[in-house]
């Protein structure tokens, strides 16, 4: 019994000479890790291997009871090439994959996330587009989505609108924490000036208003969810340091 899904390519590591263990993350079916038999054969259409990125349409087998499945086809739709002639866009798109990888769950479907990784990397792609807003917004969503970014406009602490300055972000407190009661915090990142002024910018966005996220307040925003996301996740992403410009 196989399964035909949509995928995008997360990772890819080289198997043996002909083949690779994928993990894709497939429209309906989630995250699945695939061996891709002869996917390096000169012949196959991604000639050398897939490549991360690459999206198409994937027939597999097996997937999701712990260990690997099957690639049995794979028919490349867009492998978002512009991401690969830009440092700063590649480092973004990539940490998009990690990120996405390292949150989800294997087989758990989030068709959501696949159409927000989807249009983030295309949007990425856009030679107009900036990549640190791009970031910001991919972010933010991603981390709504998993259940892990609540408001963000009052100290979880004591309910009140933090003050301009001394406020910190606290992972484990779930958001901002003003001066009094960032105390007991177990952990702590300083929230800059930009970073208020930039939640300020996602709060309109989310009430409906169309307001531009500048790079400045972007990279501040960024900084804080790559924090939250990794003090979840318990480790540190691979290509956090790239991707944020630090
Ligand atoms: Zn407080």
Not at 154 to 181: D, M, N, T
Not at 211 to 230: E, G, I, M, R, W
Request: proline letters at 4%; glycine letters at 10%; aromatic letters at 4%.
């Amino acid at each position: 019994m196989s399964t035909t899904d949509q995928a995008i390519c997360l990772r890819a590591s080289d198997y043996s000479e002909t083949s690779q263990v994928l993990t894709l993350l497939a429209r309906q079916s989630g995250l699945v890790r695939l061996l891709g038999k002869g996917t390096k054969r000169p012949k196959s259409k991604s000639g050398g291997g897939m490549d991360l990125f690459s999206e198409g349409r994937a027939v597999f087998a097996g997937a999701g009871r712990g260990g690997l499945g099957t690639l049995m086809e794979f028919v490349e739709e867009d492998n978002h090439a512009p991401l690969r002639r830009d440092l700063a866009r590649l480092h973004t798109g990539l940490y998009m994959l990690e990120a996405t990888g390292s949150l989800l769950a294997e087989a758990d479907p989030h068709p959501e996330v696949f159409d927000l990784l989807h249009n983030a990397l295309v949007r990425l792609a856009q030679a107009e587009a900036s990549p640190p807003p791009v970031l910001a917004y991919f972010q933010w969503r991603l981390l709504r989505h998993a259940g892990l970014l609540g408001d963000l406009s009052a100290c979880q602490g004591c309910g009140k609108e933090p003050p301009k300055a001394g406020v910190i972000f606290s992972s484990a407190a779930g958001g901002l924490l003003c001066r009094s009661c960032a105390a007991g915090a177990k952990d702590r990142l300083a929230v800059p000036h930009q970073t208020l002024a930039a939640l300020e910018v996602m709060r309109q966005v989310q009430a409906g208003r169309r307001l531009p996220l500048s790079d400045a307040h972007a990279k501040a925003l960024n900084a804080v969810l790559a924090y939250h996301l990794q003090y979840q996740l318990g480790r540190h992403l691979r290509t956090a340091r790239h991707a944020l410009g630090r």
